[in-house]
């Protein structure tokens, strides 16, 4: 298979050692820390282990890529810069979609943000991608089991969409 473009993500589908393509939803109010922490923990999987075991880096199990609504850059609620590497429409179909927390204030009126970044979901799920596994309310979600976590319907956890 040939390289991709610099700047340009393809589709590896015919690659037999495919990895799973995972964009790392990017917004203005997400945190660096969570953006950038979410980024490597999916890039480290499948490359750390060996390297520990025997001194070796295995390779990588994800395609991790940060996306954003326009692939431009911006500085992010902390006042850090963040560079995604493509935009939601030049993103080759995801396999999982990763979105990252929110700085946003509790009460905050977010009606018409985010409109693009909802749409390329929703298209997403109406050519059959099927949103995560597990609620709080039902307690099969995967994070923050606590009684205070469960009352206010909250937790801490990586949301997932699986496209499969």
């Given at each position: 298979?040939?390289?991709?473009?610099?700047?340009?993500?393809?589709?590896?589908?015919?690659?037999?050692?495919?990895?799973?393509?995972?964009?790392?939803?990017?917004?203005?109010?997400?945190t660096a820390s969570t953006l950038y922490g979410m980024y490597e923990m999916l890039e480290s999987a499948g490359r750390d282990w060996d390297v520990l075991i025997?001194?070796?880096?295995?390779?990588?199990?994800?395609?991790?890529?940060?996306?954003?609504?326009?692939?431009?850059?911006?500085?992010?609620?902390?006042?850090?810069?963040?560079?995604?590497?493509?935009?939601?429409?030049?993103?080759?179909?995801?396999?999982?979609?990763?979105?990252?927390?929110?700085?946003?204030?509790?009460?905050?009126?977010?009606?018409?943000?985010?409109?693009?970044?909802?749409?390329?979901?929703?298209?997403?799920?109406?050519?059959?991608?099927?949103?995560?596994?597990?609620?709080?309310?039902?307690?099969?979600?995967?994070?923050?089991?606590?009684?205070?976590?469960?009352?206010?319907?909250?937790?801490?956890?990586?949301?997932?969409?699986?496209?499969?």
């Open positions: 298979m040939a390289p991709a473009p610099q700047g340009r993500l393809v589709n590896s589908m015919t690659d037999s050692n495919r990895k799973l393509v995972i964009p790392v939803l990017a917004l203005p109010e997400s025997g001194g070796k880096p295995g390779e990588s199990v994800f395609r991790p890529v940060i996306a954003s609504a326009t692939g431009k850059g911006f500085r992010c609620s902390n006042g850090l810069w963040v560079e995604p590497r493509t935009s939601i429409a030049d993103c080759p179909r995801p396999d999982i979609v990763a979105i990252p927390d929110l700085t946003v204030l509790p009460g905050e009126n977010l009606a018409g943000r985010y409109l693009a970044e909802i749409d390329w979901l929703k298209r997403l799920y109406a050519s059959g991608a099927t949103n995560r596994q597990g609620s709080v309310e039902a307690g099969t979600s995967t994070g923050d089991a606590s009684p205070e976590a469960r009352a206010r319907r909250g937790s801490t956890e990586i949301n997932l969409l699986n496209f499969d």
